[in-house]
T-cell receptor, first 113, second 116 residues
């Protein structure tokens, strides 16, 4: 099955700086890559996603890049703010796996004021 | 409100007991997934149902079982509870397998289970 690895496990950044989280996946058939943000005690929420026919997608301060050849994708948060502090999960899915999402282990992001 | 409803929000019970967690998926979604999240841990996949049928099992203990009913709501049954079963249990729904309305999952707010 699909195996998604996520790095780093924790990330501390100064407010205003950028944060980058990287994920690799194992199944070359994976074609959908969402990112979820989970605030303490709350549900994971989809913040951005990308499909395999696109190399980059941006939504205001967040962007995701995908390198299909290397089988890795990354989340970029620019101009970080305290409300960006949360746990971020990457995931991948493919038709061959019933579109079931395989999640990375998560990255705890702390934005220092 | 995500459209995925989980009840109850909180549950405190004693070791050895049995509980049932309920999930109503977003309108039109056929798939329901259950996840367990222990303190400071990631999302551990338990089980996936699609339109009433079990599709995949993850790290689900034999003491746990689930089902999806004709109205598409799902229940997760946890029995012979142990202290280590204390966790947040999330369900998520998605559009389905054969025809995807959207690929992503929508999570419910979770049930926080505390076993004492």
């Amino acid at each position: 099955g699909e195996n998604v690895e996520q790095h780093p496990s924790t990330l501390s950044v100064q407010e205003g700086d950028s944060a980058v989280i990287k994920c690799t996946y194992s199944d070359s058939a994976s074609n959908y890559f969402p990112w979820y943000k989970q605030e303490l005690g709350k549900r994971p929420q989809l913040i951005i996603d990308i499909r395999s026919n696109v190399g980059e997608k941006k939504d205001q301060r967040i962007a995701v890049t995908l390198n299909k050849t290397a089988k890795h994708f990354s989340l970029h948060i620019t101009e970080t703010q305290p409300e960006d502090s949360a746990v971020y999960f990457c995931a991948a899915s493919s038709q061959s796996n019933d579109y079931k999402l395989s999640f990375g282990a998560g990255t705890t992001v702390t934005v220092r004021a | 409100d995500s459209g995925v409803t989980q009840t109850p929000k909180h549950l405190i019970t004693a070791t050895g007991q049995r509980v049932t967690l309920r999930c109503s998926p977003r309108s039109g979604d056929l798939s329901v997934y259950w996840y367990q999240q222990s303190l400071d841990q990631g999302l551990q996949f338990l089980i996936h149902y699609y339109n009433g049928e079990e599709r995949a099992k993850g790290n689900i203990l034999e003491r746990f079982s689930a089902q999806q009913f004709p109205d598409l709501h799902s229940e997760l049954n946890l029995s012979s509870l142990e202290l280590g079963d204390s966790a947040l249990y999330f369900c998520a729904s998605s559009g389905g397998i054969d025809r995807f309305r959207d690929y992503g999952y929508t999570f419910g707010s979770g049930t926080r289970l505390t076993v004492v």
